[in-house]
């Protein structure tokens, strides 16, 4: 009895940390990782539109 008690607490505390900490951090990840890939697509046009400026 103890232990199926011991799984039901271990389970619950295992979904506790998931959904509030691992689900945060990769969602924050995410975020930045999107934030840094627009920043470099801008970067890549702007780069694209001058040198294509400079060429003609």
Same mark, same amino acid.
């Given at each position: 009895?103890?232990?199926?008690?011991?799984?039901?607490?271990?389970? $619950?505390?295992?979904?506790?940390? %998931?959904?509030?900490?691992?689900?945060?951090?990769? /969602?924050? $990840?995410?975020?930045?990782?999107?934030?840094?890939?627009?920043? /470099?697509?801008?970067?890549? %046009? /702007?780069?694209? %539109?001058?040198?294509?400026?400079?060429?003609?």
């Amino acid at each position: 009895m103890s232990r199926v008690v011991m799984l039901v607490i271990g389970t $619950l505390l295992g979904l506790f940390v %998931v959904f509030n900490f691992l689900l945060p951090l990769l /969602a924050g $990840l995410f975020k930045l990782a999107l934030i840094v890939g627009v920043i /470099a697509l801008l970067v890549f %046009v /702007a780069v694209t %539109v001058v040198g294509k400026s400079r060429s003609h």
